[in-house]
């Protein structure tokens, strides 16, 4: 748990200038809260997600898979360092959790063009017989690191690390130009 208060910040401008075209929207998700959670390996992500139920029913939010006993929980309101307190100190010892607020952005790129944007830089099959909804992948957008998931019909939600965010927005700026 970090010792002090942090403002979740944007790195994107007050007003970004563009924020789609006309088949593609591109907007940053700027509140809620992003918990990175190791489990051991018999951890089990409906295990989990009861657990997570039972400890803090008032935060809600959804668990998003990178890799084997890992988890981001992602959801849409504020946690206070205090209810973080809480909620670390009900968790078994079979899990850590690290706040990744700060260290994260997410970006929400949804439009009836959006496969056909996220295929000239995503590594992976967005098709959505292969990606419903629901489903996470970790993967690259050109040189970067992300997690993609599929949170509508036609929209995607990408996680990023933070200093690479405004890198991320103009790269699917470009990607998307074609369809002004």
């Known amino acids: ?61 959804d668990l998003r898979s990178p890799s084997p006993g890992q988890w981001f929980w992602i959801g849409a309101c504020e946690v206070s360092q205090d209810r973080q307190g809480e909620i670390l100190a009900k968790l078994p010892d079979d899990f850590a959790i690290s706040d990744q607020t700060h260290g994260r952005v997410r970006l929400s790129v949804s439009g009836g063009k959006v496969r056909d944007v996220l295929a000239k830089g995503a590594m992976i099959d967005l098709a959505p017989e292969v990606f419903a909804v629901g489903t996470s992948a970790m993967t690259q957008i050109g040189h970067i690191g992300a997690m993609i998931t599929r949170t509508d019909e036609d929209c995607f939600e990408i996680m990023v690390l933070r200093s690479f965010a405004v890198s991320l927005w103009d790269e699917l700026h470009h990607m998307a130009a074609e369809f002004e």
């Open 1 to 61: 748990m970090r010792d002090f208060p942090l403002n979740n910040v944007s790195p994107f401008p007050a007003k970004p200038a563009a924020n789609g075209h006309a088949a593609v929207h591109i907007a940053p998700i700027g509140a809620g809260f992003v918990f990175h959670i190791l489990g051991n390996a018999q951890a089990d992500e409906a295990s989990l997600k009861k657990l997570i139920h039972d400890i803090a029913p008032d935060v809600g939010g």
